[in-house]
């Protein structure tokens, strides 16, 4: 989607108002995988998780490789198994096994 020119780029916060899928998508779109990324810290773990099914695979795959490691864990256990498949599918193999081995190591020391 072209930005019409003098329109500035909405932040993740406010893509989160969007009611509509399909209009979060689009916003979302317009916004830089890290600095969604850097943004999702300060948001719920349910508006993270619409983040990351609003995108498409691709690209909450590079949102999920630039943030931060301590948020990943709950994140990905919210998202789910098939959604998570989707995603590290979009990954490099590398990548994806950093991100759950991450996981791993978190669950260890939390119980």
Known sequence: MQR????RTLT????????????????????????VAE????????????????????RAALILYELDRDIVPPLIEALGPKRLAEVLNDMSDD??????????KAKRTNF
């Open 95 to 104: 990548d994806a096994a950093d991100i759950l081995a991450n996981c791993r």
């Open 12 to 35: 993740v916060e406010e893509c989160l108002h969007q009611l509509n899928e399909k209009k979060l998508r689009d916003c979302l779109e317009d916004l830089h995988p890290a600095d």
């Open 39 to 58: 943004a999702l810290p300060r948001v719920s773990l349910a508006q993270r998780v619409r983040v990351m099914r609003a995108a498409g695979p691709e």
């Open 4 to 7: 019409p020119v003098g329109e």
